[in-house]
């Protein structure tokens, strides 16, 4: 498992250093009312911070009116150490199995390939895949289980920080899996790759733009379409153009992401997340981002499965025959 490599710092230290840097993409990249709205509201997030009694404060006056549509995490802005970092306390979470944040999404996709034919090969995408402690722990099972089936995992993903991270959280397998590491991949380099197929589990890298893949891909190459905590961070045009992407490409796709819930937001996030600010800002702004349950149960179409989770999570499945 990926080792904690956070930077130690005092916590007054890392509000310091965030706030430098947010200040500096300000000047360099001017003021568009979006992009200085969300800059602005991380600064006073950050601000906020410094004392448990202003952050509550922050947390019952602020928060509750922040534009959903317009706001951004600190990780979503070109700052790569704080991205790094976010990550590596993401994947120390992940890992954990208690509260088993991600076990859920990990049961389903584990399942999915158990039942799969095992005969041929599958491919499956993940739609920002960051550190990548999903098929780490898919991985797990299917090895400590001797499952046969070969398996084609693609991480698609833009960050050279989560890539690094990932490589790190997958060495744990050795040579018992294959990594590889392209720039972009496409419909024949993946039919040339299934040729040559390996029984190990197969990694593949990739940086393509997630809405440009059913330009480059056949419809319904892939055996199974996922993301986890993922499309909160995108607008609501995004959303529906991950949909059609997803739809073209898979029968079937899972959607693994949380619902709003000031439960979760006031007690077990915010403890959970107090000691490094970075990390509680990518938490507690991801649920003031996410849908409520009623929301999500209004927009669900019939031919798809939603399901809740108490950790805070849901899971949103559609197959198609």
Same mark, same amino acid.
């Given at each position: 498992?990926?080792?904690? @490599?956070?930077?130690?710092?005092?916590?007054?230290?890392?509000?310091?250093?965030?706030?430098?840097?947010?200040?500096?993409?300000?000047?360099?990249?001017?003021?568009?009312?979006?992009? @200085?709205?969300?800059?602005?509201?991380?600064?006073? #997030?950050?601000?906020?911070? !410094?004392?448990?009694?202003?952050?509550?404060?922050?947390? &019952?006056?602020?928060?509750?009116?922040?534009?959903?549509?317009?706001?951004?995490?600190?990780?979503? #802005?070109?700052?790569?150490?704080?991205?790094?970092?976010?990550?590596?306390?993401?994947?120390?979470?992940?890992?954990?199995?208690?509260?088993?944040?991600?076990?859920?999404?990990?049961?389903?996709?584990?399942?999915?390939?158990?039942?799969?034919?095992? +005969? *041929?090969?599958?491919?499956?995408?993940?739609?920002?895949?960051?550190?990548?402690?999903? +098929?780490?722990? =898919?991985?797990?099972?299917?090895?400590?289980?001797?499952?046969?089936? $070969? =398996?084609? #995992?693609?991480?698609?993903?833009?960050?050279?920080?989560?890539?690094?991270?990932?490589?790190?959280?997958? @060495?744990?397998?050795?040579?018992?899996?294959?990594?590889? +590491?392209?720039?972009?991949?496409?419909?024949?380099?993946?039919?040339?790759?299934? @040729?040559?197929?390996?029984?190990?589990?197969?990694?593949?890298?990739?940086? *393509?733009?997630?809405?440009?893949?059913?330009?480059?891909?056949?419809?319904?190459?892939?055996?199974?379409?996922?993301?986890?905590?993922?499309?909160?961070?995108?607008?609501?045009?995004?959303? !529906?153009?991950?949909?059609?992407?997803?739809?073209?490409?898979?029968?079937?796709?899972? +959607?693994?992401?949380?619902?709003?819930?000031?439960?979760?937001?006031?007690?077990?996030?915010?403890?959970?997340?107090?000691?490094? $600010?970075?990390?509680?800002?990518?938490?507690?702004?991801?649920?003031?981002?996410?849908?409520?349950?009623?929301?999500?149960?209004?927009?669900?179409?019939?031919?798809?499965?939603? !399901? &809740?989770?108490?950790?805070?999570?849901?899971?949103?499945?559609?197959?198609?025959?």
């Amino acid at each position: 498992m990926i080792q904690d @490599k956070l930077e130690i710092l005092e916590r007054g230290k890392i509000i310091d250093h965030v706030l430098t840097d947010l200040a500096s993409l300000g000047n360099q990249y001017g003021h568009s009312n979006y992009f @200085k709205y969300a800059l602005d509201e991380n600064i006073t #997030f950050f601000k906020s911070c !410094r004392s448990l009694f202003q952050y509550l404060k922050w947390l &019952f006056l602020r928060a509750p009116v922040i534009d959903r549509e317009k706001i951004l995490e600190l990780t979503d #802005f070109p700052l790569p150490r704080w991205d790094q970092r976010m990550h590596l306390r993401l994947i120390e979470l992940q890992a954990r199995k208690f509260p088993g944040l991600i076990k859920p999404l990990v049961d389903k996709i584990s399942h999915f390939i158990y039942s799969a034919d095992a +005969e *041929n090969p599958l491919v499956l995408m993940n739609f920002g895949s960051g550190g990548m402690e999903v +098929e780490r722990q =898919v991985i797990e099972h299917l090895l400590s289980n001797r499952i046969k089936t $070969p =398996v084609i #995992f693609i991480g698609v993903d833009t960050s050279d920080a989560t890539k690094i991270i990932a490589k790190e959280n997958l @060495k744990i397998f050795g040579d018992a899996i294959l990594i590889k +590491e392209e720039e972009n991949i496409d419909q024949d380099y993946l039919e040339s790759l299934l @040729k040559n197929v390996d029984i190990k589990p197969t990694i593949i890298l990739c940086k *393509n733009n997630i809405f440009t893949l059913l330009k480059v891909f056949r419809r319904e190459t892939v055996h199974l379409i996922y993301h986890s905590l993922f499309k909160h961070h995108l607008s609501n045009s995004e959303k !529906r153009d991950l949909d059609i992407v997803s739809e073209f490409l898979s029968k079937n796709s899972i +959607e693994y992401d949380g619902y709003k819930s000031w439960f979760h937001i006031v007690f077990s996030h915010t403890i959970m997340g107090w000691h490094d $600010p970075v990390f509680l800002n990518a938490t507690i702004l991801s649920d003031l981002r996410y849908f409520t349950k009623r929301e999500l149960r209004q927009h669900v179409q019939r031919d798809r499965k939603l !399901r &809740f989770f108490a950790i805070g999570t849901y899971m949103l499945e559609h197959r198609r025959t």
